[in-house]
Nanobody, 114 residues
Framework: QVQPVESGGGLVQPGGSLRLSCAASGSIFTSSVMAWYRQFRGSQREMIAWINTRGTTGYVPPVKGRFTISRDNAKNSVHLQMTAMRPEDTAVYYC????????WGQGTQVTVSS
């Protein structure tokens, strides 16, 4: 089954920045709202940012003003620029359509710690 491939995670200090990338194949990408989700340990996955095909974006309050979602339709890719990061951003990050259309990928671990 088609799965997005997330990358760019790692260890970052509080206040630092990371840029996540997601490569997603298939025709549904160009016609779909794409989103980033994250999953805290022991919790359910939650959507944190979305972008439609025209570039309109939306964010949940905990990340608004700190994270920026973007997409490159020519490359079937979605990105998440994260700044002013906090320890509570520590999670596994995934991309998918909104609502979910792809099988979930492996995600990328982001750890914010000094």
């Amino acid at each position: 089954q088609v799965q997005p491939v997330e990358s760019g995670g790692g260890l970052v200090q509080p206040g630092g920045s990371l840029r996540l990338s997601c490569a997603a194949s298939g025709s549904i990408f160009t016609s779909s709202v794409m989103a980033w989700y994250r999953q805290f340990r022991g919790s359910q996955r939650e959507m944190i940012a979305w972008i439609n095909t025209r570039g309109t974006t939306g964010y949940v309050p905990p990340v608004k003003g700190r994270f920026t979602i973007s997409r490159d339709n020519a490359k079937n890719s979605v990105h998440l620029q994260m700044t002013a990061m906090r320890p509570e951003d520590t999670a596994v990050y995934y991309c998918n359509t909104l609502p979910q259309g792809y099988t979930w990928g492996q995600g990328t671990q982001v750890t914010v710690s000094s």
